[in-house]
């Protein structure tokens, strides 16, 4: 990522998460990180982390840093198009944000953010009402 990349996304995220609710690390380096807090309505407190490895060029990576289940208690742990996951990483759940023929490098980390946000106020209607998340939550094509 160019500094004048960094410096828009980082300007985007301030403006709308505040400079405490995400942190960038390792961004001259192989392994670049983006960790942003996402409270959802009902008040649970999740951690995303971004692989930020090849953005803006590559979608990222996005895993929530801890395993998420079902609400049968199966692990979120591998590709499901009903629950919008991929492969698990570190014991975390990789969230589906965007798909590889949908990805433009004009795509800001916000736009992600919101997409992963979105995901996780699905899996709390999930967990409270048994839903699939297929059900809630459609496969979308536009940015955010």
């Given at each position: 990522m160019t500094q004048a990349r960094?410096?828009?996304?980082?300007?985007?995220?301030?403006?709308?998460?505040?400079p405490k609710a995400f942190a960038f690390s390792g961004l001259n380096t192989f392994q670049p990180v983006l960790k942003a807090?996402?409270?959802?309505?009902?008040?649970?407190v999740?951690?995303?982390h971004y692989?930020?490895?090849?953005?803006p060029a590559a979608k990222p990576s996005v895993y929530v840093?801890?395993?998420?289940?079902?609400?049968?208690g199966e692990p979120m742990n591998s590709p499901s198009a009903p629950n919008h996951t991929l492969d698990s990483w570190n014991g975390w759940t990789q969230l589906c944000h965007y798909s590889s023929d949908q990805w433009t490098t004009d795509i800001t980390l916000?736009?992600?953010?919101?997409k992963c946000r979105v995901w996780l106020e699905v899996?709390?209607?999930?967990?409270?009402?048994?839903?699939?998340?297929?059900?809630i939550l459609k496969h979308q094509t536009s940015h955010v």
């Open positions: 960094f410096n828009d996304e980082n300007m985007i995220l301030s403006h709308y998460l505040g807090v996402v409270k959802t309505n009902n008040g649970k999740y951690v995303l692989n930020l490895s090849n953005f840093t801890q395993m998420l289940y079902t609400k049968n916000w736009h992600i953010y919101l899996y709390q209607t999930h967990l409270r009402t048994g839903r699939t998340m297929d059900s």
